[in-house]
């Protein structure tokens, strides 16, 4: 009896799994995908980016600080992900959040030798990309999101929550999915 109970039991914990999965999965599938939305930002060197200019490739934007320890460590591997893929339509955007702006941006960008556009952000872009609002208006950086060649947001990563924000190899993973 006590046997023919957990039989049935086992069973039915098959059934349910076998039956949630796909349920989940399609889930997944139906959440909407959010276009991303049009910026115009100056560049650290006094330039102008649009993100017009970037249209039909993989977009990684990348909000920093120069003063995070984390952004520090993060420049030089985005800056190779940047090399490495820029032929097959790839791009790094360097999207500072810093007070003084270009006044700290530009050593930044030198003691990194970073080639990969960097422009100075403002509030407009934080709401557009990350969603702060007054009820939520933080997020931790690096904060990173990745846009697909239709301009679609396929992957937001926050700095403590996913594993992408400060993890190269993981991050280079969904880049070349995204380029095939």
């Known amino acids: ?3 023919s109970l957990w039989l049935t039991a086992w069973i039915l914990g098959v059934l349910l799994a076998s039956v949630s999965l796909p349920i989940l999965q399609a889930q997944e599938q139906l959440e909407p995908k959010r276009q991303a ?15 017009s200019q970037l249209k ?3 977009i990684m934007l990348e909000f920093f600080q120069t003063s995070c320890p984390g952004c520090q460590e993060d420049a030089p ?8 893929y820029k032929k097959r339509g790839f791009t790094v955007v360097g999207i500072s959040h810093d007070r003084a702006g270009a006044k700290v941006v530009g050593p930044f960008v030198t003691k990194y030798n970073l080639t990969y556009p960097v422009v100075i952000g403002d509030l407009s872009i934080a709401v557009s990309y990350i969603g702060i609002t007054p009820s939520n208006p933080s997020f931790r950086i690096p ?14 990563f926050e700095q403590g ?6 993890d190269p190899k993981l991050l280079e993973a969904r880049i070349q999915k995204l380029l095939e």
């Open 1 to 3: 009896m006590l046997l």
């Open 37 to 51: 939305e049009p910026f115009i930002l100056p560049t650290w060197d006094g330039k102008v980016l649009k993100s």
């Open 56 to 58: 039909g490739q993989v």
């Open 77 to 84: 591997e985005l800056e190779r992900l940047y090399k490495q």
């Open 143 to 156: 904060y990173i999101v990745l846009i697909d060649r239709k301009g679609v947001i396929v992957g937001q």
């Open 161 to 166: 929550k996913d594993k992408e924000a400060t």
